[in-house]
């Protein structure tokens, strides 16, 4: 009788065993579909990114050269009317 008992008893062990192995299995399994999925979105999410970067760059240079024209066209207009101005003054000399 203990031989049956002991028997039915490891039987129950084993069978709880292998319950509780499938379920950590299946746990992992969720984890590293999450983890996969995670990292999908963060390839995405870089490349999405590095769009923008790129494209704020190429803004930027933009904004840059026009701030540069503009400069260089204040700056040309000043030295021509100092330049018109002293021909006047030399005109009155």
Excluded: G
């Amino acid at each position: 009788m203990d031989d049956f008992n002991s028997t039915e008893c490891s039987r129950s062990n084993i069978i709880e065993d292998w319950e509780t192995r499938e379920f950590v299995q299946k746990i992992t399994d969720l984890i590293t579909n999450l983890t996969n999925q995670l990292n999908r979105i963060d390839i995405v999410w870089q490349t999405k990114i590095n769009l923008l970067n790129e494209k704020l760059r190429m803004v930027e240079k933009q904004i840059q050269l026009l701030e540069n024209q503009i400069y260089s066209n204040i700056h040309f207009k000043k030295m021509v009317l100092e330049y018109d101005q002293q021909d006047f003054n030399d005109d009155f000399e």
